[in-house]
């Protein structure tokens, strides 16, 4: 078989997604995340009395433990492949991430499984996260001193 026949067996075979629907949905979702992420903060501000920056704080706790709880339910993966990056914002994308490695390996134990598997998938994110925070915070105090 030819590149240019497998090329095309391919592409008859890859499902295909209707993009439009995708950006609508994700729209959608991310909007009715914030707008709900924004109610929370009211009822922190409002009935508990807490600052901004606390408030905010605690929202971020919230919905990482609701997306650790839903991907520990495996709810969070299905909802996920209904809203696509709706559901996907970096806090809970990288809680799911944390998460779903965890609950991959959690049979082989809590520390050769659940302990040394944690961070997996979001190793990455954290290295280059941290090693580009340093770098930026360089040319920051280099730049504006």
């Not at 209707?18 to 501000?45: D, R, Y």
């Not at 969070?76 to 809680?95: E, I, Q, R, Y």
């Not at 659940?114 to 941290?130: E, M, N, P, R, T």
Request: proline share 1%; aromatic share 16%; hydrophobic share 50%.
């Amino acid at each position: 078989m030819r590149k240019e026949e497998y090329q095309k067996l391919v592409a008859e075979y890859t499902p295909k997604e209707n993009k439009w629907k995708n950006a609508v949905v994700a729209f959608l979702v991310g909007g009715l995340v914030g707008f709900l992420g924004q109610v929370v903060v009211s009822v922190l501000q409002n009935s508990l009395g807490m600052e901004v920056m606390e408030s905010y704080s605690w929202l971020c706790v919230i919905l990482i433990f609701v997306a650790s709880f839903c991907t520990a339910l495996g709810f969070f993966d299905n909802w996920v492949s209904k809203c696509k990056a709706g559901l996907f914002l970096p806090t809970t994308g990288f809680a799911h991430s944390v998460t779903s490695a965890a609950m991959d390996y959690r049979k082989d134990g809590f520390i050769t499984g659940l302990g040394s598997s944690f961070f997996k998938l979001a190793g990455s994110v954290i290295l280059y996260g941290i090693l580009s925070g340093f770098f930026l915070s360089i040319l920051g105090v280099i730049f504006y001193g």
